[in-house]
């Protein structure tokens, strides 16, 4: 079983991907809702809106879509959490995503990481960035 978090954007499902695509890598596919089967479904000003996209990053998945016209993206009660290996790496992920958002918790040493940081970035989405002390 893999989990895999989902996230609904209100329209720019789009943008935000193409920008976590630079801030994390990764391969991006995206498909719209201008597929005929489901095209004639919806208001044309939407056709080109986000059915399906999905940012796979080495063995991990984030997927989204822009909801369907009318539906919020209201974003809520979660945040999307990555955990590098490096504390280089996790500050570098950090100053790329806070990129037009806001920092709840600004990136730092901790009892339990060499690096952790929470922001949200400017889609709306709340992300923590974390880099687990090392044992060795």
Same mark, same amino acid.
């Given at each position: ?5 989902? @996230?609904?954007?209100? $329209?720019?499902? *789009? ?5 976590? *695509?630079?801030? @994390? $890598?990764?391969?991006?596919? =995206?498909?719209?809702? /201008?597929? +005929? ?5 919806? +208001? ?19 997927? !989204? /879509?822009? %909801?369907?016209?009318?539906?919020? $993206?209201?974003?809520?009660?979660? /945040?999307?959490? =990555?955990?590098?290996?490096? !504390? ?6 950090? !100053? !790329?995503?806070?990129? %037009? ?23 709306? =989405? ?11």
């Amino acid at each position: 079983m893999r989990l895999n978090a989902y @996230l609904i954007f209100d $329209g720019d499902c *789009r943008q935000a991907f193409e920008f976590y *695509r630079q801030c @994390l $890598g990764g391969e991006l596919t =995206v498909m719209d809702y /201008s597929h +005929p089967d489901v095209a004639s479904h919806m +208001p044309e000003h939407w056709r080109e809106k986000v059915m399906h996209a999905r940012l796979t990053v080495g063995d991990a998945v984030l997927m !989204a /879509s822009d %909801g369907r016209p009318g539906e919020t $993206g209201k974003k809520y009660g979660f /945040s999307v959490s =990555v955990q590098v290996n490096k !504390a280089d790496e996790a500050e570098k992920l950090f !100053a !790329a995503l806070q990129e %037009g958002g806001t920092v709840t918790m600004p990136i730092t040493e901790t009892f339990w990481a060499d690096r952790f940081g929470m922001l949200v970035d400017k889609f709306g =989405v709340p992300w923590m960035i974390n880099c687990e002390r090392s044992t060795a």
